[in-house]
């Protein structure tokens, strides 16, 4: 079964960092669009950053751009967001996802959830001093 895996959520002080990884069971991530995204508690849920198949794009969201910073392993199959400056705003679960068809071009759609069809179980950051 395919299966984005979320891991290095937490708990940091504000103006902390934390580095999210993204990998997958049952696939590689390599050559798919893979997108974070965020819900905060009574929230919907809202596109963070993304990368784009070939890696040579990457996108953020307003709230986010220069703190947080997506990129994809040396190795193959993963995926990392680090997030710095980190403020009680940015506490949510964060989820990855991957799209469903390699080379799939996502660009000003990242945002759009229905461009994913991989999601992880997300992982919990909570930023609170």
């Known amino acids: 079964q395919v299966q984005p895996v979320e891991s290095g959520g937490g708990l940091v002080q504000p103006g902390g960092h934390l580095r999210l990884t993204c990998t997958a069971s049952?696939?590689?991530?390599?050559?798919?669009?893979i997108g974070w995204f965020r819900q905060a508690p009574g929230k919907e849920r809202e596109g963070v950053s993304c990368?784009?198949?070939?890696?040579?794009?990457?996108y953020y969201a307003d709230s986010v751009k220069g703190r947080f910073t997506i990129s994809r392993g040396n190795t193959t199959n993963t995926v990392y967001l680090q997030m710095n400056n980190l403020k009680p705003e940015d506490t949510a679960t964060y989820y990855c996802?991957?799209?469903?068809?390699?080379?799939?071009?996502?660009?000003?759609?990242?945002?759009?959830?229905?461009?994913?069809?991989?999601w992880g179980q997300g992982t919990q950051v909570t930023v609170s001093s």
């Open positions: 990368i784009s198949e070939d890696s040579d794009s990457t």
């Open positions: 049952g696939f590689t991530l390599d050559d798919y669009a």
């Open positions: 996802a991957s799209t469903g068809i390699a080379g799939t071009v996502v660009d000003d759609t990242w945002t759009d959830e229905d461009e994913y069809d991989y």
